[in-house]
């Protein structure tokens, strides 16, 4: 698909690499919609990069169709979304005091997976019904945001590991699904990428990680990951898999 000209839609774009894909899209010519739960946030990169910013809570439905629907009337239909929103709590299936509250496990899963199926049917079914942008008959691409702890979860990762694993279970579902529409869905399992994520950890243990990337010893930049996005977008047979961009890590149990 070609970037320039299509709407696009963002969720997570606040920061990190929804923010760093909002401003590759939007520099590619995209019509880029950022959307998140910090608008200010988003407010003023769009105001920087050119796009619009839309309040988005991606675990609710009503707040996701409402920003899809003012999205679309200012763009026309996103033909590509990356779903970037998500979260990182750690907390052991049992810790010190006990087992982790159920509700802490349901917010992981509630953002990091329901968001991501959210984000997905809306746009898809709005995806459905607009004209196929090639002779080929492809009408838009979803790409999604697991992490290579769908793979490898390290100990205290256990509802980030299940949302993220999920994800990687519904991307050759979604495919199949869509394919008949001519939607694309890929994703993508970042390792260690420097996002505000790591900005708050002590120097040593940031270096202890970087030192875990067998090559290049470095965190990711999420640079990297807006033009990974890029080229799925303009890869027509990438569909239905998982991408990790991740310099080769695996991750060890702690
Ligand atoms: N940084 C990494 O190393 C890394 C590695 C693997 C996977 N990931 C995944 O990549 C994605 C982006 O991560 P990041 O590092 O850029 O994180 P980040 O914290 O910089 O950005 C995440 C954004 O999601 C938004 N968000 C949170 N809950 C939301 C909600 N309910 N509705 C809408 N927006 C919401 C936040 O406000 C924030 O702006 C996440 O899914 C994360 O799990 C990150």
Request: hydrophobic share 45%; net charge neutral.
């Amino acid at each position: 698909m070609q970037i320039k000209g299509n709407a696009a839609v963002v969720t997570g774009a606040a920061s990190g690499m929804g923010e760093a894909t909002a401003r590759f899209l939007a520099s590619r010519g995209a019509k880029v919609c950022l959307m998140d739960v910090k608008l200010d946030g988003i407010q003023k990169i769009a105001a920087e990069c050119g796009g619009s910013a839309g309040y988005c809570d991606v675990t609710s439905a009503e707040s996701m169709e409402q920003a899809a629907a003012e999205a679309a009337q200012e763009n026309g239909t996103a033909r590509i979304l990356v779903n970037c929103a998500g979260i990182a709590p750690a907390h052991r299936i049992v810790g010190r005091d006990g087992p982790m509250p159920l509700d802490e496990f349901k917010r992981v899963i509630d953002v990091n997976l329901i968001g991501t199926f959210n984000a997905m049917r809306v746009m898809a079914a709005a995806l459905r019904n607009e004209q196929p942008l090639d002779a080929v008959g492809e009408r838009g691409v979803i790409i999604n945001v697991a992490s290579v702890s769908a793979y490898e979860g390290q100990i205290g990762q256990a509802a980030y590991s299940s949302s993220k694993g999920a994800i990687v279970a519904l991307t050759i579902q979604a495919a199949r699904e869509f394919a008949s529409a001519g939607i694309r869905v890929m994703t993508i399992a970042p390792g260690l990428i420097a996002t505000p994520l790591f900005f708050g950890m002590p120097e040593g243990v940031r270096q202890s990680l970087a030192n875990q990337v067998p090559f290049p010893k470095r965190f990711g930049d999420p640079d990297e990951f807006a033009r990974l996005v890029g080229h799925i977008l303009e890869n027509q047979m990438l569909n239905g898999e998982v991408i990790r961009l991740d310099g080769a890590i695996r991750m060890q149990p702690r």
